[in-house]
């Protein structure tokens, strides 16, 4: 719950959760006016004290002492109740705040079914936060990378992805998201169903198969587009798909999958497009000697693993 109202007076709740707060607020007549009136620091010293008095509380009778604040009486009422509520919440399902992490480490990748049958491929340097069972209204989990989803339909129950401040909601599809906190993006790409993309408080966008949306996670612009989904979940089968892009689109493509870094002596090489794909398994070395071959290039490793590629280039 101090969380929950961290996030409430920052901004960042859900609208979800920012609906919740504040039905509570109406429930227990809370004049709202009042609290609108308080600054950021006032009410973080004000809910500072009141948890305090939570933290006395417990164990306990399960009463929240008041202490006199004439003007914001209706207040603390309001919160206090907010708090017990979720207190008892909590003592009768604990099972359900409780979140499995899977960490995917470089160069690994890893499959989990959850709990409601649908299954997740979580890629490499990535991590999914899941819950072992579902509650009653959502299926939610957290995802920090990139990962393709399979969720089985349940028109009652809602799927919903957090990646940062991006949520993406589905009742039954497959596709995939892709995060870089390196070019604050987050990338979704739908292979079957629909897929809604939104930030905690308005929706950016409905995608169906092979449609794509990337979003700006500093501004918040984003570009949907038509793309070939099977090119963007090809990770998931091991494969590398390059079509018709540039070489140092490829390179980028070969650095996160090899986790080594590519550069280029001459930028013009940067220019030569080609279209391929690599086999399961396939070496760094193999893709790189059919790659540079193909566009006239050649390429050296250097003491510290990194790559250098070289050539004329392209027109």
């Not at 596709?175 to 604050?184: A, M, N, R, S, T």
Request: glycine residues 6%; contains cysteine; charged residues 25%.
């Amino acid at each position: 719950m101090e969380e929950l109202f961290d996030r409430y007076l920052k901004g960042e709740a859900t609208p979800a959760e920012t609906e919740r707060v504040e039905a509570w607020l109406d429930q227990y007549q809370n004049p709202r006016a009042e609290w609108q009136q308080m600054d950021k620091t006032s009410r973080e010293q004000w809910l500072e004290g009141l948890f305090e008095d939570v933290k006395e509380s417990i164990g306990e009778e399960k009463v929240i002492p008041i202490r006199p604040r004439p003007v914001l009486w209706r207040t603390v009422a309001a919160i206090s109740a907010m708090l017990l509520i979720a207190l008892g919440i909590y003592v009768l399902w604990p099972h359900q705040l409780q979140l499995v992490a899977l960490n995917v480490a470089a160069g690994q990748k890893c499959q989990v079914m959850l709990a409601d049958g649908s299954k997740v491929w979580v890629n490499s340097s990535s991590s999914l936060r899941y819950p072992k069972a579902f509650d009653d209204k959502t299926r939610e989990v957290y995802l920090s990378g990139e990962a393709y989803f399979d969720i089985r339909h349940d028109a009652t129950k809602p799927f919903i992805i957090h990646t940062g401040s991006i949520v993406t909601t589905v009742l039954g599809t497959a596709f995939d998201i892709k995060e870089d906190k390196g070019l604050h993006s987050v990338v979704v790409t739908v292979t079957r169903g629909k897929v809604g993309v939104a930030t905690r408080s308005r929706l950016l966008g409905v995608i169906t198969p092979n449609q794509q949306i990337s979003v700006n996670t500093v501004n918040y612009t984003k570009t949907q587009q038509n793309v070939d989904a099977a090119e963007a979940v090809a990770w998931q089968q091991n494969a590398i798909t390059f079509n018709d892009i540039t070489f140092a689109d490829a390179a980028a493509q070969l650095q996160q999958r090899f986790k080594v870094t590519i550069s280029f002596a001459n930028d013009k090489v940067k220019n030569c497009r080609f279209t391929g794909s690599a086999l399961n398994e396939e070496k760094l070395d193999q893709i790189l000697k059919v790659i540079c071959n193909f566009n006239n290039a050649t390429y050296q490793t250097k003491a510290d693993g990194s790559i250098v590629i070289d050539g004329p280039g392209c027109e």
